[in-house]
């Protein structure tokens, strides 16, 4: 069965300054995604980015980044140049190939201080 | 392109009662999931519907039912409610499958069972 485990339950990290949020996975299907969502207080989950298990180079959008780390089994997320907006929830989420079906880790509380 | 929309945005109920919530896709799309996010849980899988079809069940109760209508809009019924059944549910559209579909969640619907 697939697993996501996120170590760290909350963090402060300081305007202008990068963060990197861990995710690690676990998983017997060699063909699966790994994805990041933001939920800011609102509730609604924004997809941030995507890292398939076959991708030879890391995922960036815009100001996040994917470490992944395919023998670790890890996919660390980073946010560089944060900002006081990117305080939220961060979850990172996984699915195997069949299906829409998405495993999500614990999450990763931030908090952005000016 | 509007976003999934999920109604209504906020229920209370009373245990016994049961409950419906609506959730549009983003147009195009044919793939809605189900999820329930509790403090305690976290974010859980609940089902997918695609092409009026579910393809993938999550490990809750016969109490938990959906749908979908042939323009892709879902519903999701819990029936009998218990206290525990208090939660955010939110709904997730893909106009893929497979590894690489991104799935676009909802505003979700907050459920408050007394």
């Known amino acids: 069965a697939q697993k996501i485990t996120q170590t760290q339950p909350g963090m402060f990290v300081q305007e202008k300054e990068a963060v990197t949020l861990d995710c690690t996975y676990d998983?017997?299907?060699?063909?699966?995604?790994l994805f990041w969502y933001k939920q800011p207080s609102s509730g609604e989950m924004i997809f941030l980015i995507y890292?398939?298990?076959?991708?030879?180079q890391n995922a960036t959008e815009g100001r996040y980044s994917l470490n992944f780390q395919k023998a670790r089994k890890s996919a660390n997320l980073v946010i560089s140049a944060s900002q006081l907006g990117d305080s939220a929830m961060y979850f990172c989420?996984?699915?195997?190939?069949?299906?829409?079906?998405?495993?999500f880790g614990g999450g990763t509380r931030v908090l952005v201080k000016p | 392109k509007a976003g999934v929309t999920q109604t209504p945005r906020y229920l209370i109920k009373t245990r016994g009662q049961q409950v419906t919530l609506s959730c549009s896709p983003i147009?195009?799309?044919?793939?809605v999931s189900w999820y329930q996010q509790t403090p305690g849980q976290g974010l859980q899988f609940l089902f997918e519907?695609?092409?009026?079809?579910?393809?993938n069940k999550g490990n809750f109760p016969g109490r938990f039912s959906g749908r979908q209508f042939s323009n892709s809009r879902s519903e999701m019924n819990v029936s009998t409610l218990e206290l525990g059944d208090s939660a955010l549910y939110l709904c997730?559209?893909?106009?893929?499958?497979?590894?690489?579909?991104?799935?676009?969640f909802g505003p979700g619907t907050r459920l408050t069972v007394t």
């Open positions: 989420a996984m699915r195997e190939a069949a299906g829409n079906k998405l495993t």
């Open positions: 147009s195009g799309h044919r793939s």
């Open positions: 519907y695609f092409s009026e079809t579910q393809r």
């Open positions: 997730a559209s893909s106009g893929r499958t497979g590894t690489m579909a991104e799935q676009y």
């Open positions: 998983t017997s299907d060699p063909s699966y995604g």
């Open positions: 890292q398939g298990s076959y991708d030879q």
